[in-house]
């Protein structure tokens, strides 16, 4: 048992050493957070905007900008989520594969990354949390965070994905932020008009958003959307596991030892002619030459 917690302990080590260096992960989540959802709360009008809540029924009519707030908080928390997990594992992914061959457990790795995942996406939810209820206070502050908890961590098992499958940065960093940007908008009612629709229900932040929602507008209860939010962490979370644990298998090429040739006697160890066919028998030719 020490030994196991030693190993899980020496790989979220190096899992949150390798979190900090990115410093520029470090600045979005002081920087970006705020002033995006200040931008929103300055910016948009404070018009109410009513929409039909899918996960309670209700028809809610909150502010324009309290409402941007909310899906600017849910679009920062995710792409820093997802921006951070694909950097360490793009970057990392080497490192994990050299430890995975020279025999530290797979399964240790894996739980460090989800130890370091979850404490990033804690803090960046809390961090949400506060900053879009400076100006205004949500009707349930700890369901808001549990709803951004959510959705940062989907996003953070997506960039496992992305940073174990795409052989390109920017190609992981495209991917991440355009999923994100058109999950996100397709489900806010002032930019979107099909936000009721019912294909909204398979994007990856559904049921986050309507928690968020719930939360922030609604006395109502939203576990039933975190549930919805947890299908989709849970496949994110398996398909994390599964490329995880392709990209750290053992690629040495093994080959077959060559079935050795059965033994011939004494005659093996001859040279090339010990195996030619014996010459016919029968009386031996006379040499012709002159008389």
């Known amino acids: 048992m020490r030994r196991h917690l030693s190993l899980f302990v020496t790989a979220s080590r190096y899992a949150l050493i390798g979190h900090a260096r990115n410093r520029f992960a470090m600045l979005l989540v002081i920087v970006y957070i705020p002033v995006w959802i200040a931008l929103a709360y300055v910016t948009i009008p404070d018009q109410p905007?009513?929409?039909?809540?899918?996960?309670?029924?209700?028809?809610?009519?909150?502010?324009?900008?309290?409402?941007?707030?909310?899906?600017?908080?849910?679009?920062?928390?995710?792409?820093?989520?997802?921006?951070?997990m694909?950097?360490?594992?793009?970057?990392?992914?080497?490192?994990?594969?050299?430890?995975?061959?020279?025999?530290?457990?797979?399964?240790?790795?894996?739980?460090?990354?989800?130890?370091?995942?979850?404490?990033?996406c804690v803090a960046i939810s809390v961090y949400a949390t506060a900053?879009?209820?400076?100006?205004?206070?949500p009707r349930q502050p700890l369901l808001l965070t549990a709803a951004l908890f959510g959705a940062a961590l989907t996003y953070g098992a997506l960039g496992v994905v992305f940073g174990s499958v795409l052989r390109r940065e920017v190609e992981g960093m495209f991917a991440i932020l355009m999923i994100s940007v058109l999950d996100v908008a397709?489900?806010?009612?002032?930019?979107?008009?099909?936000?009721?629709?019912?294909?909204?229900?398979?994007?990856p932040t559904y049921g986050a958003v309507q928690a968020s929602m719930s939360a922030a507008f609604?006395?109502?209860?939203?576990?039933?959307?975190?549930?919805?939010?947890?299908?989709?962490?849970?496949?994110?979370?398996a398909a994390g596991f599964?490329?995880?644990?392709?990209?750290?298998?053992?690629?040495?090429?093994?080959?077959?030892?060559?079935?050795?040739?059965?033994?011939?006697?004494?005659?093996?160890?001859?040279?090339?002619g010990a195996?030619?066919?014996?010459?016919?028998?029968?009386p031996t030719p006379e040499r012709v030459g002159p008389a």
């Not at 309670?56 to 951070?84: D, K, R, W, Y």
């Not at 970057?91 to 404490?119: C, E, I, N, Q, W």
């Not at 195996?275 to 029968?282: D, F, I, K, Q, V």
Request: charged share 15%.
């Open 86 to 120: 694909f950097a360490a594992t793009f970057t990392g992914g080497a490192f994990d594969r050299r430890l995975a061959m020279a025999g530290y457990p797979r399964y240790h790795l894996v739980l460090a990354k989800l130890s370091a995942l979850t404490l990033v």
């Open 49 to 84: 905007a009513p929409f039909r809540l899918r996960a309670t029924g209700e028809v809610l009519s909150p502010p324009g900008n309290h409402l941007t707030q909310i899906t600017g908080a849910l679009n920062a928390v995710t792409l820093i989520a997802g921006f951070m």
């Open 186 to 203: 397709l489900q806010n009612p002032l930019s979107s008009s099909g936000s009721d629709s019912a294909v909204v229900r398979f994007l």
């Open 242 to 272: 599964l490329v995880f644990r392709r990209r750290t298998r053992n690629a040495l090429v093994r080959h077959r030892k060559a079935s050795l040739p059965a033994s011939r006697g004494a005659g093996a160890t001859e040279g090339p």
């Open 218 to 237: 609604s006395d109502a209860s939203g576990g039933r959307a975190l549930l919805t939010q947890c299908l989709w962490l849970t496949g994110a979370s």
């Open 131 to 137: 900053a879009a209820g400076f100006a205004w206070t």
């Open 275 to 282: 195996h030619l066919p014996p010459a016919e028998s029968g």
